[in-house]
């Protein structure tokens, strides 16, 4: 039986970052008195928010509900009212040197997080032409 749909595979990694609800971002700017001090971003949404910058593929963040992370206290998530301290982990996915240099950009932000590297292999289905060299780095309408 003929292939009727082709697949090259392409290397691509994967980096999980753990950081808290409660974490933030530092301010950019100085509080005047006469201007309220600037609202800080979640540290989760501006670490996608940067990913999407430097031209990942793909960033998400998976909020927690159980778990422990870097040998703390084992936190639930309320039924009411959110706990500040659960885990939140961020999914970057590219390809290795993407996601290098980007925590050599961010490593203020990243320095004292739990930052995990996975070696990933994304499949391509198309023509027979396709190699992994012309594999579309940003995928028009997905994830954008």
């Not at 009727?4 to 999980?16: K, N, Q, Y």
């Not at 040998?71 to 939140?88: A, C, I, K, L, Y």
């Not at 032409?129 to 780095?137: D, E, H, K, S």
Request: aromatic share 6%; proline share 9%.
């Amino acid at each position: 039986m003929p292939e009727a749909h082709p697949m090259t595979p392409v290397e691509i990694g994967m980096l999980r970052i753990y950081v808290r609800r409660a974490d933030r971002t530092a301010p950019r700017e100085r509080r005047s008195f006469w201007r309220p001090r600037p609202g800080r971003k979640p540290l989760y949404r501006e670490l996608i928010l940067r990913a999407k910058t430097a031209g990942l593929m793909n960033a998400v963040a998976h909020p927690a509900q159980y778990g422990y992370s870097d040998h703390g206290p084992v936190r639930e998530d309320g039924v009411e009212v959110s706990n500040p301290q659960m885990t939140v982990c961020v999914e970057l996915i590219g390809r290795r040197a993407q996601l290098e240099q980007f925590c050599r950009q961010q490593g203020d932000l990243l320095a004292d997080k739990i930052v995990v590297y996975k070696h990933l292999e994304r499949w391509c289905v198309g023509p027979a032409g396709i190699t992994p060299a012309n594999v579309p780095q940003h995928e028009a309408g997905y994830g954008s």
